[in-house]
């Protein structure tokens, strides 16, 4: 694979194991399947599986399970070229438990994870301004030479008119203040064309006072006092696309002045980890053949719900055979 990638998304990689235990409690799982994951990478795999050209921009360590993250990528015919091995530290690592309909303990190995020292030189190797779409993710503002990279590879981006993704990623245990995450990824919003998020996160990104939890309950709009942030935001860059991942209850989507609810496809849930990053791959993916944003929202929509229906995370993103027929059915039964 050359450069002229269709998207390079940028941040934290591991090496995850699922519990093949579904329903198990964590200290009774006796197996566990292979995988590789964090938000940035999963989201190449489902880009990468619907048909865009790939590359990944995170740092694995000079380990066998860097060995295996590599290895899985190009299996997915994910460019990782730009993936540097950085000799002092290990490849993270993410153990999961699966107990649906709504317990999945996720436990990190991240004391200290090879893709928090990417750098500007790593930036500056990386083709930004060749490339149709960048993704970045809030996790990589946490720490380590990542955030410089991270900051320096959206002022890349913008300068060369690459569409910017953030998916906003709260993972509060990497953060050493809960206020900490809003500080730094309020520094990156302004370079961002789309905003990805949940209720949560952005609450988290635009509040004052991001300990607290923010969501609405089910089949209910958006809280008042989140969308109030919103609409301040939109305000403020009037230009930039905000998109609010709601589960179940489908995704808001702020542009052009407006607010479009797209709703969702219910579906028996066995696993919800992975099911934001498949939507996120689909809304790259249809944002970059120039759909109108309901067919946007409508088929991510479709591909998180796929996702949640399956065992696993990178190895569950669906392929566009598989989100057609299931748009197609959806469609025939609802009619």
């Avoid at 002229?4 to 799982?29: K, N, W």
């Avoid at 990805?196 to 209910?220: C, Q």
């Amino acid at each position: 694979m050359t450069a002229g990638f269709d998207l390079i998304t940028v941040g934290r990689v591991s090496m995850d194991l699922f519990s093949l235990q579904i329903g198990a409690p964590f200290t009774a799982i006796e197996a566990f399947d292979t995988g590789v994951g964090g938000s940035p990478i999963n989201i190449a795999i489902g880009s990468s599986r619907l048909g865009l050209r790939t590359s990944v921009l995170t740092a694995v360590g000079a380990d066998p399970v860097g060995d295996f993250v590599l290895s899985f990528l190009n299996n997915e015919d994910i460019d990782t070229s730009l993936v540097p091995h950085k000799a002092d530290a290990r490849t993270g690592m993410a153990v999961l438990g699966i107990e649906p309909p709504d317990k999945f303990p996720l436990v990190f190995y991240r004391e200290n994870p090879a893709d928090i020292h990417l750098t500007i030189d790593d930036v500056i190797d990386a083709p930004i301004a060749d490339t149709r779409a960048l993704l970045l993710s809030g996790t990589a503002l946490s720490r380590g030479s990542a955030r410089d990279a991270t900051l320096y590879a959206a002022e890349v981006a913008r300068d060369a008119a690459t569409t910017v993704f953030i998916d906003l990623d709260v993972r509060p245990d990497q953060w050493a203040h809960p206020r900490g995450y809003g500080l730094n990824v309020r520094t990156i919003i302004p370079s961002a064309d789309v905003v990805i998020g949940t209720e949560e996160e952005f609450y988290a990104a635009l509040s004052s006072t991001p300990d607290r939890v923010m969501k609405s309950p089910p089949d209910a709009p958006i809280a008042a006092e989140l969308e109030a942030l919103l609409a301040a935001l939109v305000t403020k860059q009037p230009e930039t696309v905000l998109v609010v991942k709601r589960g179940a209850r489908g995704v808001s989507i702020f542009h052009d002045g407006q607010v479009e609810d797209i709703p969702g496809f219910p579906v028996e849930v066995v696993n919800t980890v992975g099911a934001g990053d498949a939507f996120a791959s689909g809304l790259i993916y249809s944002y970059l053949q120039g759909w109108d944003w309901f067919r946007i929202g409508r088929y991510a929509n479709a591909c998180g719900a796929l996702v949640v229906t399956r065992h696993g995370c990178g190895k569950a993103m669906p392929y566009p055979y598989e989100v057609q027929t299931f748009i197609a059915t959806r469609e025939a039964e609802d009619s």
